[in-house]
């Protein structure tokens, strides 16, 4: 069993940067992995970022590439998203999900076991 809690989100302008956090507790290995989806209403989820707890080897999506940047606090069990220059296009709802053993395949939400509720991003032009 594992809990993730997204926090962060919020409105913000066109340009602008946001944080966003997820807390993750529960049964969680070293070797479970970490990722960052977004979904627009009427659109399909997409593949932002994600990392494993066990290595500092980030992978990013085309959605936001250079303007996102993915970290983890293993201590913690804290996963962070840092947002800049965001466009309207970016509004969507960001899920943060956890992959239990996943070595491979970080890109596709159907290798994910747990997700949080979500956290809305709006960006306003």
């Known amino acids: 069993q594992v809990r993730l809690v997204e926090s962060g989100g919020g409105l913000v302008q066109a340009g602008g940067s946001l944080g966003l956090s997820c807390a993750v507790s529960?049964?969680?290995?070293?070797?479970?992995?970490v990722g960052w989806f977004r979904q627009a209403p009427g659109k399909e989820r997409e593949f932002v970022a994600a990392?494993?707890?066990?290595?500092?080897?980030?992978w990013y999506g085309d959605s936001m590439k250079g303007r996102s940047t993915i970290a983890r606090d293993y201590d913690k069990n804290t996963v962070f998203l840092q947002m800049s220059s965001l466009k309207p296009e970016d509004t969507a709802v960001y899920y943060c999900?956890?992959?239990?053993?996943?070595?491979?395949?970080?890109?596709?939400?159907?290798?994910?076991?747990?997700w949080g509720q979500g956290t809305q991003v709006t960006v306003s032009s």
């Open positions: 529960g049964r969680t290995s070293a070797d479970d992995a």
């Open positions: 999900a956890t992959g239990l053993n996943l070595d491979y395949g970080l890109q596709y939400d159907r290798n994910y076991d747990y």
């Open positions: 990392i494993r707890w066990s290595s500092d080897s980030p």
